[in-house]
């Protein structure tokens, strides 16, 4: 996080030219007012403005560099992509040896969303929802979540029993959720705290 301090004939002015020397925009700073200058009388007296400019924390390039780093530890080598779309954060990972990243039953990958989750909304009061991707897992993971709870609601209404699945992250048991809700047979529920927190598929009383 770099700052600056500048001079100019106005307060604005100023800051325009600490701008330029960071190579950033107004949006992406915070602005110190050190000396709103002062004009005087035919130049006599007179005083340039000096404002500090300091670039804000931007946390989704830390948490970018956190997965990276992480990955580098981890002994993969990888690239990430990003894409922003409102509140939504994608962090796709490419690259080698990815399995050490998403572990079994992407429990490796899910500590590392959770974490960099955290960090890209340390410090900041616009809530960002991060997904990290490695490879086509979260799609894989989708397919296999899908027929997950078809079977399972196949097997409560079979059965005219409760079924509970294994707990499961937030964001995974959301899709169960979806997926069962145009289900007419069966409806659902979460039970438990986290991490520990799971679904429960009961059938519709007919």
């Not at 079994?104 to 890209?120: R, S």
């Amino acid at each position: 996080m770099r700052d600056i301090t500048a001079q100019g004939q106005t307060v604005e002015e100023a800051i325009q030219n600490a701008l330029k020397d960071l190579g950033t925009t107004r949006e992406k700073v915070d602005v110190e007012i050190m000396d709103a200058g002062k004009k005087g009388i035919f130049g006599i007296g007179s005083r340039l403005a000096m404002v500090k400019v300091i670039e804000k924390n931007n946390s989704i390039e830390t948490a970018v560099q956190y997965v990276i780093d992480v990955a580098t530890k981890m002994g993969a080598e990888v690239t990430v992509d990003v894409s922003e779309q409102g509140k939504e954060v994608s962090i796709q990972v490419s690259g080698n040896n990815l399995g050490l990243l998403i572990g079994k039953h992407g429990q490796t990958l899910n500590a590392l969303q959770y974490l960099t989750q955290l960090i890209a909304n340390k410090d900041t009061d616009q809530y960002k929802n991060v997904v990290v991707n490695v490879g086509d897992y979260r799609e894989r993971r989708y397919e296999t979540l899908t027929l997950l709870a078809k079977k399972m609601a196949d097997k409560t209404v079979k059965t005219r029993r409760v079924v509970h699945l294994e707990p499961m992250p937030s964001f995974e048991r959301k899709t169960i959720h979806a997926i069962l809700s145009e289900d007419t047979r069966v409806e659902t529920h979460s039970e438990g705290r986290e991490p520990y927190r799971y679904i429960v598929i009961k059938p519709v009383k007919g």
